[in-house]
């Protein structure tokens, strides 16, 4: 049994998928009996409470205990697990590319390309990992990781039940629900490796030729990369959308997130890269049918569950999500597969594979 089982990471961001993984994990480290604190170089001031700077670790660090590196950005503290004496695993989440991010945030691209950099680095030093996604393992074995287990992101679906009720899902309603349109729905952060800009082209074919009633929530936040949001609003503005594409801004599972799903048709992804992917997972929650762009970790994800394109033919997808959306029995059929796969994510499994990730680290002595 570890001594202690702590978590680090360069940022510790509030309402990601990251960030909201960090968190579960420790309270069910807690739970398991485990002393378990966070440590991060930077942080949401919301979340200020939640953890410690990484330069604390020093009094916490002993060879007894087991440090979990979560693993997608640069940062000191991913070479800082080569120096420890503590047993090191990295939980791998995957990195976006950096070429997404240089013309709208050269931070953020430099960040990615230094994690790109330092990966094969842990690898060589014989640092163990923790995927996020079979996706994420196969990238971490072609490296050279010894990979202990594949740990999905723990979703607690109630938090989005219970989310439905507040006072923040009473405003949803009342600010966004028409009953007489056929609302598409995208949720998560405006970045360009998501390519919101895409889903727009699909939907312009839909809303201009198929069925003027109809509306895209594009639910999330773009903060940091306001060029990329702002490339958006001038593409809705030149393809004549200005009523029909609505910038909901960002809403967690407390905020009544969930409200979101219950009033959409369809839930559209046009991503090109992903390491997992959580909103697929909450729409085959809510019964309502995918459509996505089949890259990266998306098929992962979904197996044969939606319906995923391999060409971003605007017109076409647009004609797929219309088949989707008026096609009864299609739509039964597809929501019957999803039910089905969404076995696969139900938080026990998680927390079963996550507890035998830590079980087979015990039997590595570290190098």
């Known amino acids: 049994m570890f001594r202690q089982i702590h978590q680090i990471l360069p940022f510790l961001a509030f309402g990601d998928a990251i960030g909201n993984q960090v968190l579960e994990l420790r309270r069910l480290l807690r739970e398991w009996g485990y002393c378990s604190e966070i440590f991060a170089e930077n942080w949401d001031p919301r979340l200020a409470t ?19 590196l979560h693993y997608s950005i640069g940062g000191e503290v991913n070479r800082l697990v080569l120096d420890v004496p ?7 989440h995957n990195i976006t590319p950096a070429h997404f991010f240089y013309w709208v945030n050269g931070h953020m ?24 996604s079979p996706y994420n393992a196969d990238e971490l074995k072609s490296i050279g990781f010894e990979v202990l287990g594949v740990v999905p992101y723990i979703i607690q679906f109630e938090k989005l039940k219970v989310g439905e009720s507040s006072p923040g899902s ?26 919101s800009q895409d889903i ?55 905020d009544g997130l969930g409200m979101f799903y219950r009033m959409a048709d ?5 991503s090109e890269h992903e390491g997992f992917c959580i909103p697929l997972v909450e729409a085959m929650y809510y019964g309502l049918p995918v459509l996505a762009y089949a890259s990266t970790g998306v098929p992962y994800t979904l197996e044969n569950a939606g319906v995923m394109v391999r060409h971003k033919d605007y017109a076409v997808v647009a004609e797929i999500a219309h088949e989707m959306i008026a096609n ?33 680290a015990k039997g590595f002595r570290k190098s």
């Open 109 to 132: 691209a430099r960040q990615c390309a230094e994690a790109r950099r330092d990966l094969p680095m842990l690898a060589k030093k014989k640092i163990l990992a923790i995927a996020a």
């Open 50 to 68: 939640e953890c410690r700077s990484y330069q604390e670790y020093a009094r916490y660090s002993h060879p007894d205990n087991l440090l979990i």
């Open 200 to 254: 727009i082209k699909v939907f312009y074919y839909y809303h201009t030729w198929i069925n003027p009633a109809s509306r895209i929530l594009l639910v999330g936040t773009g903060a940091g990369f306001e060029i990329y949001t702002e490339d958006l609003q001038r593409l809705v503005n030149r393809l004549g959308l200005e009523q029909a594409v609505i910038f909901a801004g960002h809403y967690g599972a407390a």
């Open 266 to 270: 369809l839930y559209v992804s046009m």
């Open 170 to 195: 009473v405003e949803i309603r009342r600010r966004f629900a028409d009953s007489n349109a056929i609302n598409w729905l995208y949720v998560g952060r405006l970045v360009p490796n998501k390519c």
């Open 86 to 92: 503590d047993r090191a695993v990295i939980y791998y």
């Open 328 to 360: 009864v029995e299609l739509r039964s059929r597809l929501v019957e597969g999803q039910r089905a796969r969404l076995a696969a994510f139900v938080p026990d499994v998680a927390h079963t594979q996550f507890r035998a990730c830590v079980e087979a």
